[in-house]
């Protein structure tokens, strides 16, 4: 059984960093896909940042590019990160890790779908205005 658990979230000012990480548990092969999402109060759940382990693609929101970094560990490889600089207002919201197992694609050009098949609980993130 796949289990998601994030960890990380917190309350920061304009212009700060956070750093978000996903760690799976249940598989430990690699070419999982691995992404987050985040929902704000009263809107609908939007795919930031994704990555295919094991040293694949990896796609970006234009609403996070440039300020977001997703990526696997080196040291922990049942875990991905999001670090997440240049926070804005905008990016309040809870983020929520979800996975497939393979197969499957991350493209860089295309928009994330909330159809993974694994999700965490989410961790809250809030960068008051």
């Known amino acids: 059984q796949v289990h998601l658990t994030e960890s990380g979230g917190g309350s920061v000012q304009t212009g700060g960093s956070l750093r978000l990480s996903c760690e799976v548990s249940g598989y430990t092969g690699s070419r999982a896909c691995v992404a987050w999402f985040r929902q704000a109060p009263g809107e609908e759940r939007e795919g930031v940042a994704a990555i295919r382990t094991g040293g694949g693609l990896t796609y970006y929101s234009d609403s996070v590019k440039g300020r977001f970094t997703i990526s696997q560990r080196n040291d922990k490889k049942n875990t991905v990160d999001l670090e997440m600089n240049s926070l804005e207002p905008e990016d309040t919201g809870t983020y929520y890790c979800?996975?497939?197992?393979?197969?499957?694609?991350?493209?860089?050009?295309?928009?994330?779908?909330?159809?993974?098949?694994?999700w965490g609980r989410g961790t809250q993130v809030s960068v008051p205005s």
């Open positions: 979800a996975a497939d197992l393979p197969p499957c694609a991350v493209s860089p050009t295309l928009p994330l779908q909330p159809s993974f098949e694994y």
